[in-house]
């Protein structure tokens, strides 16, 4: 499949984020329920409604194309590494922020090929704030009904570098690589907190250098907003410095991971 064919799901893809997004607002303005999924992460009607509206969606668009969603039944590896090409979603990336109500919440939507993103869509409903891109065609950003934006990974500099970090998730290993970096630049970096995948996005539009996940994720997590960072010019790679990649293992569980503006930089020195 080459870059056209792409391009033919993106504007369907957007209506179906957004979609979901006033599906999952719906729910926002109620006293709705929370219970907690076996992994203790929460679970609320959004999260399931959101699921139900882009799995069927897509579905019906593209019938050939497998869909993998956070909130699927568990789909075994062995069917699962025969797809050269299939749909991943995370329906309500940020849960606890959706409890919390402070709108840091989103839908994400990837197109993985050959185990990478080429096609991401992040859509926060709160601030009707759009992030795409396209494989080899750039990344862009759109408030509400404005124009869509290119935007870009920023220059690294590390006389003022900036992170960012979870809005719910901090512990030890962030400390530490916190007072590391302020020890070996001599300065202490700037931290914005945030939720879900828009830290990601924060470093794809050049407003952080990076952010560290020095905890678990899923593949789901990343996968939309991995496609919009590469194309403003950064990337998601391991401790190792490898770039993630999709469907390759039994586990979808992510390894640690650096999102990075800087293609060359190292931050695991800093751990």
Not at 241 to 270: C, E, I, M, R, V
């Amino acid at each position: 499949m080459n870059n056209q064919d792409y391009h033919q799901y993106l504007n369907p893809v957007i209506a179906i984020a957004k979609a979901a997004g006033a599906a999952i607002m719906q729910v926002y303005s109620t006293d709705f329920n929370v219970v907690k999924k076996e992994d203790n992460s929460p679970l609320t009607q959004a999260d399931l409604a959101a699921h139900d509206l882009i799995g069927s969606a897509l579905t019906k668009m593209t019938p050939s194309i497998p869909i993998l969603s956070e909130e699927s039944e568990a789909i075994d590896y062995e069917i699962r590494k025969g797809w050269q090409q299939y749909w991943l979603i995370d329906p309500l990336d940020g849960t606890r922020e959706f409890v919390k109500r402070n709108g840091e919440f989103t839908v994400n939507i990837a197109l993985i090929n050959l185990h990478k993103s080429v096609l991401g869509v992040v859509y926060a409903p709160v601030t009707e704030v759009l992030y795409y891109a396209i494989h080899n065609s750039g990344a862009y950003k759109q408030i509400k009904f404005g124009a869509a934006v290119n935007i870009n990974n920023r220059p690294l500099d590390l006389n003022l570098p900036i992170v960012a970090g979870s809005r719910s998730h901090t512990d030890e290993k962030m400390h530490s690589f916190m007072q590391n970096l302020a020890d070996r630049t001599g300065v202490k970096p700037e931290l914005i907190r945030m939720g879900s995948s828009l830290k990601i996005c924060l470093v794809a539009e050049g407003l952080a250098d990076v952010y560290p996940r020095l905890g678990p994720t899923s593949e789901w997590d990343t996968a939309a907003a991995h496609c919009i960072l590469n194309e403003a010019g950064g990337d998601i790679v391991d401790e190792l410095g490898d770039s993630l990649l999709y469907n390759t293992k039994y586990s979808l569980l992510n390894p640690f991971f650096f999102a990075k503006s800087d293609a060359q930089h190292n931050w695991a020195d800093y751990l």
